[in-house]
């Protein structure tokens, strides 16, 4: 069964309108999540590290004001699209490292799609 | 230099092919290594880890060479169903995974 859950699995939003996503570790907890953004036919690019109990680490490029994290708990993180356009449509995924080796485990993956 | 590279393909086999992908990476101290598989529009599932004595299970070998930096994902009698993308994630000793973009395989008949 899946061991990091994503939510929702496909949204649709006007411009404008803020979307929120969320991550759950179902039976680990993560004091680390990862989320990462990819764009049709290109690779994973990681948007940020979301550390709980403390903010995230954006990556160069990824404005903290535009796609907010929470990580609020253990088993929990949240990205938030603020203000969403139609070019910030893309599939969104979260992952957690769990185990002494950091193996990663991956949400299903959410898919924005901004009119 | 990227941390991690790979040749992004796409690799384009027959049924029953062979094919290798490599993956390098800079960090020396890098410390786990995976090969992950990832389906069109689908999240990356792990394929398998990857370690120092080499590994196989079923159809693919992975090979890790510290000495030149470099893991290998082997596959042998290639399927339809192996088509996909396959990523390189490696772990540094902050455990922040890095990623190679990927490669391409598409297994035809």
């Known amino acids: 069964g899946a061991v990091v859950s994503q939510h929702p699995s496909w949204v649709i939003c006007k411009s404008g309108t803020s979307v929120k996503i969320e991550c759950r570790s179902l039976?680990?907890?993560?004091?680390?999540m990862f989320w990462y953004r990819q764009f049709p036919k290109q690779s994973l690019m990681l948007m940020a590290t979301?550390?709980?109990?403390?903010?995230?680490?954006?990556e160069q490029g990824v404005e903290k004001d535009k796609f907010l994290i929470n990580h609020a708990s253990l088993t929990l993180s949240t990205l938030t699209v603020t203000s969403a356009h139609p070019e910030d449509s893309s599939f969104y995924i979260c992952?957690?490292?769990?185990?002494?080796?950091?193996?990663?485990?991956f949400g299903e993956g959410s898919r924005l799609t901004v009119l | 230099r990227k941390e991690v590279e790979q040749d992004p393909g796409p690799f384009n086999v027959p049924e029953g092919a062979t094919v290798a992908f490599n993956c390098t990476y800079s960090?020396?101290?890098?410390?786990?290594f995976f090969w992950y598989r990832q389906d069109c529009r689908k999240e990356p599932k792990l394929l398998m880890s990857?370690?120092?004595s080499g590994n196989e299970d079923g159809r693919f070998t992975a090979q890790l060479n510290r000495a030149s930096q470099y893991i290998s994902l082997l596959i042998r009698d290639s399927k339809l169903s192996d088509s996909a993308t396959y990523l390189c994630?490696?772990?540094?000793?902050?455990?922040?995974?890095?990623f190679g973009r990927g490669t391409s395989l598409i297994v035809h008949p």
């Open positions: 992952s957690a490292p769990k185990g002494d080796t950091g193996e990663l485990f």
């Open positions: 039976d680990f907890q993560a004091t680390t």
């Open positions: 979301s550390n709980e109990g403390s903010k995230a680490t954006y």
């Open positions: 960090n020396s101290a890098s410390q786990s």
């Open positions: 990857v370690y120092s």
């Open positions: 994630v490696v772990n540094g000793g902050s455990y922040i995974p890095t």
